[in-house]
């Protein structure tokens, strides 16, 4: 069974299909998914998509990119959503740099270790999104020392990813490592204790290579497990498994 630990169905590019596109992944082998949040609105559509499939988990949280209007207040909203017994994390949140039309640094990480705190009050995990922004968002995390979580998309060095392993984190690798010029991400793969990996599609984006620039879903994170298995020199049935062993570890789920 593969576990797909990261897709946005919330997106409107499966306003068409959504329905038909959740039901028919278990038949393609795909058993679980996590959609998180990336605003207050998609965390609770992440929640009504959790209610209506057994198969699909959800996160709640606010993107870096969309914390423009952020408030403490926010959070209290999170704190309800979060009770609810499918949200598995805090997510997606964190940094992200590379936008110039994304909300000051102040505020983003404003909001990153507000959810932070809410994260280590609930002991949840927490899902990080960072782009171009390494150094601060390792160093926020560690000003939360009790609190684990994952790297979705892990863009980062070989060093950082060490540290993360060693404060207990675990990294997740999508489409991007599978593309012509990934040299960074099959380095750290390489690297890196199989227990402390996970894989994911970041759905509708990132569809991995042959399908590089497609709508992305659920159905073509085989192709990640398949490029796992060929930098790791292992079988992708033992990909599959330990990854999605791994995924139900960590969410917390049966
Ligand atoms: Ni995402």
Redesign the pocket.
């Known amino acids: 069974m593969l576990f797909d630990t990261?897709a946005?169905y919330d997106d409107d590019w499966f306003d068409e299909d959504r329905d038909t596109l959740l039901a028919s992944m278990p038949e393609k082998g795909v058993g679980l998914i996590v959609n998180?949040g990336i605003t207050l609105e998609t965390s609770r559509f992440a929640i009504s998509m959790a209610e209506k499939y057994p198969h699909v988990y959800a996160a709640v949280g606010i993107h870096p990119e969309n914390c423009h209007d952020f408030v403490p207040e926010h959070i209290d909203v999170l704190r309800e959503l979060a009770k609810h017994h499918k949200v598995v994390a805090i997510g997606?949140i964190g940094l992200d740099y590379y936008w110039p039309e994304n909300p000051s640094r102040e505020l983003q990480q404003q909001a990153f270790r507000a959810q932070l705190a809410l994260a280590q009050e609930l002991s949840l995990p927490v899902i990080v999104?960072d782009r171009e922004a390494h150094a601060d968002t390792l160093a926020i995390v560690k000003e939360f020392p009790i609190v684990t979580g994952v790297f979705?998309c892990y863009s980062g060095s070989v060093e950082d990813a060490r540290t993360l392993v060693k404060m207990g984190w675990m990294l997740s690798f999508n489409g991007a490592a599978t593309f012509k010029n990934a040299r960074k991400a099959p380095e750290v793969i390489t690297e890196l204790p199989m227990e402390h990996l996970m894989i994911e599609t970041?759905a509708p984006y990132l569809a991995p290579v042959p399908y590089r620039g497609k709508r992305n879903d659920s159905g073509y994170v085989h192709l990640v497990a398949e490029k796992i298995a060929q930098i790791k020199a292992m079988t992708v049935d033992e990909v599959v498994r330990i990854t999605a062993e791994n995924g139900k570890r960590f969410f917390g789920i049966k």
């Open positions: 990261h946005h998180p997606e999104h979705h970041d």
